[in-house]
Nanobody, 116 residues
């Protein structure tokens, strides 16, 4: 079972930047996809960004051009660079790892709060 630990969240003013990190407990070479999700109070969890082990990336329309996902397989790390943050980006951000079998593992999340 893959254990994931997110870090890097915090309070930032609108227009600012944060970099989230996700540390995996084992190598992520075999992980099909590493994804970042977020969930705001009263809302459903949504996919923010994803990256496959081949390097293909995808983003939610709401973050395209502002967020960048990357992964370092050697360090078993995944990152989410968030720029030009908006108040609507306020949420708890979760890292998720999906194996080829479909099994998905989740971290505990890190809170991002953007003040306007």
């Amino acid at each position: 079972q893959v254990q994931l630990v997110e870090s890097g969240g915090g309070l930032v003013q609108a227009g600012g930047s944060l970099r989230l990190s996700c540390a995996a407990s084992e190598t992520i070479f075999s992980i099909t996809a590493m994804n970042w999700y977020r969930q705001a109070p009263g809302k459903q969890r949504e996919l923010v960004a994803g990256i496959t082990n081949g390097g293909s990336v995808n983003y939610a329309d709401s973050v395209k051009g502002r967020f960048t996902i990357s992964r370092n397989n050697l360090k078993s790390m995944v990152y989410l660079q968030m720029n030009s943050l908006k108040s609507e980006d306020t949420a708890r951000y979760y890292c998720a790892a999906r194996r080829p079998s479909g099994a998905t593992y989740w971290g505990q999340g890190t809170q991002v709060t953007v003040s306007s």
